[in-house]
């Protein structure tokens, strides 16, 4: 193989596509089970969904997050935020199954701890994506019932921005990810592109290629923001088409963006996701008044 053909992109094949797609409608079918549940238990990010400074919040929230994520590891502190995150990643899970499990709340105390042993022992790429789908999911309910459906699209677009500019310009959300996968915690979906693929044994070997070359990876957000819009279009309309059109379109914006990504090299998934969702969303929403 000459040097021209090690440098050609990777093609990215229709079951890493497909299996990815999978993940953000389980995200979303996930999510949408608990919603309902979540709202019974009175869980929710914002106590009054229709504040216009819930979105501001969310977004000072993301950012001030990364900063300090970026700030810590750039000193080194590679413990810290490993444990900041399993502790974030912990309290998440523990939410998801203490509603399930009401009013058994010590089967919830067992699971949280179980699942946190199981991800700092054995952090394998198939452990973090099972966690990863309870963990997105139970965000996406979180929020989306705690957002009216025109605050969220007002929060997406700003998010589409912010991913495209932290990607692109900035690249911060680039050098945040490569952290993140070393780390080995579930915020990111991996789908290996070999079936010899393991996040434990890639750790420390092969250096002369990047784990992004080796599996296609994709972070929570992008299942978990659009599904927040079809949680929110579920609990607040009364007919199902805001949140189906919102689902659909997402997917479509998927199969936009499955195009260019999964080659090696990072790319935005928000302005294609949420764009989607919003043409979706706001198709679905026509259909519903006529």
């Not at 997406?156 to 680039?174: E, P, Q, R, S, W």
């Not at 979906?189 to 044994?201: A, D, G, N, Y």
Request: proline share 5%; charged share 15%; glycine share 8%.
């Amino acid at each position: 193989m000459n040097e021209e053909e090690e440098q050609k992109p990777q093609e990215m094949s229709p079951v890493l596509c497909i299996g990815m797609g999978l993940f953000i409608v389980l995200t979303a079918v996930i999510a949408l089970m608990l919603a309902a549940p979540f709202e019974a238990s009175g869980v929710k990010a914002f106590q009054n969904p229709e504040s216009v400074w819930n979105p501001v919040y969310f977004v000072i929230l993301i950012i001030c997050f990364t900063a300090f994520i970026l700030a810590v590891l750039r000193f080194g502190g590679q413990k810290l935020v490993h444990f900041v995150m399993l502790a974030a990643v912990a309290v998440t899970i523990y939410y998801v199954l203490a509603v399930l499990t009401v009013p058994y709340t010590y089967i919830a105390i067992i699971g949280t701890i179980a699942l946190t042993l199981l991800l700092y022992k054995y952090p394998e790429w198939y452990v973090l994506d099972a966690t990863g789908l309870v963990i997105a999911g139970g965000a996406a309910a979180i929020f989306g019932i705690s957002l009216i459906p025109k605050l969220i699209v007002l929060l997406m677009v700003v998010l589409a921005v912010y991913d495209a500019i932290a990607v692109y310009k900035t690249k911060h959300m680039v050098s945040l990810a490569e952290s993140i996968v070393d780390l080995r915690i579930p915020v990111l979906f991996v789908l290996p592109r070999k079936r010899s693929f393991s996040l434990l044994r890639e750790k420390g070997q092969d250096k002369g290629k990047s784990e992004m070359e080796e599996a296609f990876f994709m972070g929570l957000g992008d299942a978990i923001i659009p599904s927040m819009l079809v949680v929110s279009a579920f609990v607040n309309y009364t007919s199902v088409a805001p949140a189906l059109g919102a689902l659909i379109g997402t997917l479509a914006g998927y199969t936009v963006l499955s195009r260019i990504a999964g080659r090696g090299k990072p790319h935005a998934g928000l302005p294609f996701l949420n764009s989607g969702a919003i043409i979706g969303f706001v198709a679905g929403y026509v259909v519903m008044m006529v």
